[in-house]
């Protein structure tokens, strides 16, 4: 399996997980994400009143410069781990 279908298949076994992971957990699967699958986040930032927007904004923006292929990566191990520390 190439890396881009391992990242894909971990983006739909992640929505199998029996325990939500914390909020920081989730940022960072968030961010991996975003960073993997579209590089360098050069959305707009949210407004002051979208917190969360701002979170995971800040999150992906924080990965800038990492390389996809290393996000993609990134979150495949994490997953893997989050679907072991599930069963």
Do not use: C
């Amino acid at each position: 399996m190439s890396l881009r279908e391992d990242f894909e298949d971990s983006s739909k076994k992640v929505h199998s997980l029996r325990n939500r992971p914390s909020n920081d957990t989730l940022l960072e699967l968030y961010s991996l994400y975003k960073q993997g699958k579209f590089g360098d986040n050069k959305e707009k930032k949210p407004g002051l009143l979208d917190i969360k927007g701002r979170k995971k904004h800040e999150a992906w923006a924080n990965l800038k410069g990492m390389n996809q292929d290393d996000a993609q990566k990134k979150y495949i191990e994490l997953v893997k781990s989050l679907l072991d520390s599930n069963s």
